[in-house]
């Protein structure tokens, strides 16, 4: 069965630091990956999401960046954080058909800058 | 444009009440698929339902249940008999045009 593994579950990082969060998915094969945050007000906001390696599309222009070195492997930078980058940040992946399967979310990142 | 509302911001109901969370869609695609996710305190997101838009049959698992109009645009959400650990954010979605959008959630507190 496919799984999805996000760390760290939280964090807290002085303003101005770098920032790296991780996801990965087992068992599954080329899936398209996503990032989003959720900020206080709870709404769910897509910052990037790729369709393969080394393919990164960006939603919103920001301090943040995205990679895939690997084909299961997504990874979330930063390299001076904001005190607005807080908040809960969710991996999530689809298979190629995204229209009906929907998406299988990661546990989340809940990072603090202070 | 594709749009989901979610009007009811927080909700707050007693146990074992029933409670109807209200979800609104806008697309102008012919084929699209609604979804229902909960969010409870620890911040996962858990899928809960999956409907495409050629299926307007209701669905009842458990205590909850769905509601698919698409005369009124409308995905509702029942949750029947209430239990403090429905306690959560709960958010609709609409799958359309390989995009994928999200309402802003409702949150439901389950008093004891």
């Known amino acids: 069965s496919q799984t999805i593994h996000q760390w760290p579950a939280t964090l807290v990082q002085p303003v101005g630091s770098p920032l790296s969060l991780e996801c990965t998915v087992e068992?599954?094969?080329?899936?398209?990956l996503y990032w989003y945050r959720q900020a206080a007000g709870r709404g769910l906001q897509l910052l990037f999401y790729?369709?393969?390696?080394?393919?990164i599309s960006s939603e919103v222009p920001q301090n943040l960046s995205a990679s895939r070195p690997q084909d299961r492997q997504f990874i979330l930078s930063s390299k001076k954080l904001l005190l607005s980058d807080s908040g809960f940040y969710l991996c999530?992946?689809?298979?190629?058909?995204?229209?009906?399967?929907?998406?299988?979310f990661g546990s989340g990142t809940r990072l603090t800058v202070v | 444009a594709q749009k989901v509302t979610q009007a009811q911001t927080e909700i707050s109901v007693v146990e074992k009440e029933d409670v109807t969370l209200d979800c609104v869609y806008e697309?102008?695609?012919?084929?699209?698929?609604l979804f229902w996710y909960k969010q409870p305190p620890s911040g996962e997101l858990v899928f809960l339902i999956r409907?495409?838009?050629?299926?307007?049959q209701n669905e009842i698992s458990g205590r909850y249940s769905w509601n698919f109009q698409k005369s009124t645009s409308s995905f509702n959400f029942t949750i029947t008999a209430s239990q403090v650990v429905d306690s959560a954010v709960y958010f609709c979605?609409?799958?359309?045009?390989?995009?994928?959008?999200f309402g802003t959630g409702t949150s439901l507190t389950v008093i004891p």
């Open positions: 068992g599954t094969s080329n899936p398209n």
């Open positions: 790729s369709v393969g390696i080394g393919q």
């Open positions: 409907r495409n838009s050629f299926d307007e």
């Open positions: 697309t102008r695609d012919t084929t699209y698929y």
């Open positions: 999530a992946w689809s298979g190629p058909r995204l229209l009906a399967g929907g998406y299988t």
């Open positions: 979605a609409l799958s359309s045009g390989n995009q994928f959008y």
